[in-house]
């Protein structure tokens, strides 16, 4: 995530595992309040430039989100026992790495869930 100019509010959020830069990376030009966040194993830092230590307080924590399989299969549930539940932070607030359920769909039956009306 790349913040290069305002004001912004980030909280509540997983930022792990990026392959490529940092977690967060802030401009001179932003004022940011970064909190409340669980961060892991970003590629290069947790933080860069003008945020470069956001990680470091306000309720921020470094540790394994427990995901229930972000490898093979790309499934960023977190498992029973996440240090993400106790925060509330993800988009996942109930544990669980079963199996999810997959409805079949056509492309033009998905198109046409976001046509203007």
């Given at each position: 995530?790349a913040?290069n100019?305002?004001?912004?509010?980030?909280?509540?959020?997983?930022?792990?595992?990026?392959?490529?830069?940092?977690?967060?990376r802030?401009?001179?030009?932003?004022?940011?309040?970064?909190?409340?966040?669980?961060v892991?194993?970003?590629?290069?830092?947790?933080?860069?430039?003008?945020?470069?230590?956001?990680?470091m307080?306000?309720?921020?924590?470094?540790?394994?989100?427990?995901?229930?399989?972000?490898?093979?299969g790309?499934?960023?549930?977190?498992?029973?026992?996440?240090?993400?539940?106790?925060m509330?932070?993800g988009?996942?607030?109930t544990?669980?790495?079963?199996?999810?359920?997959?409805?079949?769909?056509?492309w033009?039956?998905?198109?046409?869930?976001?046509?203007?009306?």
């Amino acid at each position: 995530m790349a913040l290069n100019n305002g004001t912004c509010l980030i909280e509540k959020n997983i930022i792990a595992l990026n392959p490529v830069g940092d977690g967060i990376r802030c401009s001179d030009r932003v004022e940011a309040t970064i909190r409340d966040n669980l961060v892991w194993m970003n590629e290069d830092e947790n933080g860069a430039g003008a945020c470069e230590d956001w990680w470091m307080g306000d309720g921020n924590v470094v540790a394994d989100p427990l995901f229930c399989d972000p490898s093979f299969g790309r499934d960023f549930r977190v498992m029973e026992g996440s240090p993400a539940l106790e925060m509330q932070a993800g988009a996942f607030l109930t544990p669980g790495c079963d199996e999810v359920p997959v409805r079949v769909s056509t492309w033009g039956g998905l198109k046409s869930r976001f046509r203007d009306p």
